[in-house]
T-cell receptor, first 116, second 109 residues
């Protein structure tokens, strides 16, 4: 089965450090998402891309978060500097969106980030 | 913008039925349903498009009332494997999916 690959699976870092999370979407999927999951906020949409172009990053704290898709096989989410409140599970998801509509999205296994 | 799910949690005995509701204040292109087990990623269950269709997946089905911007997920004759958190995702712009807070479902023997 095709799957979305995220690295690392777990990351513990100190406050103030830079964190980079990576995602390899499913080949052929044209839309890539970054979601953050916490107990309090649930699944929040941070940003998403269509054909590598950013469509919406309004869910991200702009001063410290950045999301990019340098090529079709790689999406990255960076936090600099990291803060304890960034501790969460970060999911990447990919899917195919056409003129006829969206299809089901596939999630990666997530990166569990702990900022101490 | 975030859809509202109800109930927040439900406990069932094996074989019982449940309904999870999802309501949006925005016009929708579609509604997605996902299930997430503890410590795992959400898994896609089904998508409901505009047109009030109803879909089924084993003993799990769903409906979408476009006029009311509401969707319901029906779980019949629940099994232990149905336990998890169910999320509805509302497509408010083409491709943009916003999730509700989730409904935690526990099925007991």
């Amino acid at each position: 089965d095709a799957r979305v690959t995220q690295t690392p699976r777990h990351k513990v870092t100190e406050m103030g450090q830079e964190v980079t999370m990576r995602c390899q979407p499913i080949l052929g999927h044209n839309t890539v998402f970054w979601y953050r999951q916490t107990m309090m906020q649930g699944l929040e949409l941070l940003a998403y891309f269509r054909n590598r172009a950013p469509l919406d990053d309004s869910g991200m704290p702009k001063d410290r978060f950045s999301a990019e898709m340098p090529d079709a096989t790689l999406a990255t989410l960076k936090i600099q500097p990291s803060e304890p409140r960034d501790s969460a599970v970060y999911f990447c998801a990919s899917g195919l969106v056409t003129g006829g509509g969206s299809h089901g999205y596939t999630f990666g296994s997530g990166t569990r980030l702990t900022v101490v | 913008q975030q859809p509202v799910q109800s109930p927040q949690a439900v406990i069932l005995r094996e074989g019982e039925d449940a309904v999870i509701n999802c309501s949006s204040s925005k016009a929708l292109y579609s509604v997605h349903w996902y299930r997430q087990k503890h410590g795992e990623a959400p898994i896609f269950l089904m998508i409901l498009l505009k047109g009030g269709e109803q879909k089924g997946h084993d003993k799990i089905s769903a409906s979408f009332n476009e006029k009311k911007q509401q969707s319901s997920l029906y779980l019949t004759a629940s099994q232990l494997s149905y336990s998890g958190t169910y999320f509805c995702g509302t497509e408010i712009l083409r491709g943009k999916l916003i999730f509700g807070q989730g409904t935690e479902l526990s099925v007991k023997p």
